[in-house]
């Protein structure tokens, strides 16, 4: 793999936010940057997912456009988190059909937090909407999935962007890390809002003493949009492509689609 050009990326958790990812994702299609693998966390996750399952940015927008919280709460409270998750897991089936991970293309890793050892798990193989669901099992909202004996949360409580992860699987390639950054809520007026904010407090100290690093690292400005706020999808969606068209140049350079362009390992991502 290592003589394929193109980029790795690293796609963050953040909720309705990481809607941003599919603006990042329409910009590397419209310049033809090459994609080589992608690892993502929570809903970059859910997002890589679907791209590397056959679904253009396009696709991934119009679908983003039509989705409603009712598509994917089922509302039924069980003993580890307000909602069971199986309609979310049943709606991420009927995308994906019966795909696994060796059917992704490009290649696709995604990450999740085993609940009891606390420690990260990376998911490259087995059902697609499985290691999905596992991703996104937001704590306290969607009960853990268990999955090869263990008991799996998402993976944003300890690899939020996960750049180091991107690296591990697809080394000799350089990681565009696309981080849709996190701000505190000024006022909270739901349980979703308890929740978000809760992990947004976690995710703020976290950075802190884990700053993102990579080759490149993309930042769409969403972070003053509440998580759980997915009537902005046109919002986030723009911010994400400005964000990438704001880095482009740096991005050609990356992915050698520019005469004579070779990547710096020790260049500045940012």
Known sequence: MNGDRGVVLALSAGGARGLAHIGVLKVLERHRIPVVGIVGTSMGGLLGALYCAGYSAQGLEQLALKVRRGHWLDFS????????????????????????????????????V???RGRPVVIREGNLAEGVRATIAIPGLFSPVVREGQLLIDGGVLQRVPVDVARAEFPGHPVVAVDVGIQLAPHIGSVFDVLFQAFDIQALELKRHVPVRAEAVIEP????????????????????????EARLPHLLRLAGREEGARWDPGGDGR
Request: with cysteine; hydrophobic share 50%; aromatic share 6%.
């Open 77 to 112: 409270v069980s003993r580890l988190g307000l909602f069971s998750g199986r309609k979310v897991e049943g709606l991420l089936r009927l995308l994906t059909g019966a795909r696994t991970f060796a059917h992704c293309r490009p290649p696709l890793a995604v990450v999740a």
């Open 114 to 116: 085993d609940l009891e």
């Open 221 to 244: 400005a969403v972070g003053h949009w509440r998580q759980a706020d997915m009537s902005r999808a046109r919002e986030f969606i723009a911010a994400g492509e400005a964000a990438a």
